[in-house]
């Protein structure tokens, strides 16, 4: 698939030149310019807010009228500690606030939140698809589970290139994205 070879592209290009960076860390307008940096060649709407309303499953995320009150009061949550980050994360994921890429952009977002507030960041190698889509689904009602899996993850390898490169074919193999490895590219 195109869209998987150029967005892991321009994954590795936003770690290789240092744009990862330039974030606005744990900001509603840091997660949308990684969506943008990511999905600017592939999709017209990349970091904007969506404009529809969106499900997965059986699970309607934030509908379009409440959802920029909700990105407002998410960036007004802390992300200081552990727990933080997670329910930051959470709420986030909650307001999907993107018609598509909002998981794999969330992902470097809250690695980016660790990395600042703790010094740590997730092997994603080390994290379960299954285990984690299954946390994920459910921590709308109760995060305890997403927290253990994930901290039983993080390492303090924060400058390791191999690790971040790894972790973005893990995250876009959570999303059923294959095709190419990001070292390949």
Do not use: C
Not at 39 to 68: E, W
Not at 90 to 101: L, Q, T
Not at 103 to 116: A, H, P, Q, V, Y
Request: hydrophobic share 40%.
């Amino acid at each position: 698939m195109l869209a998987e070879k150029i967005t892991k592209q321009r994954a590795k290009q936003f770690y290789d030149e240092q744009v990862i960076q330039q974030v606005a860390v744990g900001t509603f307008a840091g997660l949308a310019d990684i969506h943008r940096y990511l999905f600017a060649d592939i999709y017209d709407f990349a970091g904007t807010i969506r404009d529809v309303n969106i499900a997965k499953g059986q699970f309607s995320f934030a509908p379009m009228m409440y959802l920029k009150p909700a990105l407002d009061y998410i960036d007004k949550l802390p992300h200081q500690t552990y727990e933080e980050v997670i329910t930051k994360y959470v709420e986030m994921n909650v307001a999907h606030p993107f018609r598509e890429g909002n998981g794999r952009s969330m992902r470097i977002w809250l690695d980016l939140m660790l990395r600042e507030s703790l010094g740590q960041v997730i092997d994603w190698a080390r994290v379960d698809k299954e285990d984690y889509l299954l946390a994920m689904a459910r921590s709308p009602i109760k995060d305890v589970e997403l927290r253990v899996l994930l901290q039983d993850a993080l390492t303090n390898e924060v400058n390791n290139r191999d690790l971040y490169m790894k972790g973005i074919d893990q995250s876009y193999y959570y999303e059923g994205y294959t095709t190419y490895l990001i070292d390949d590219l």
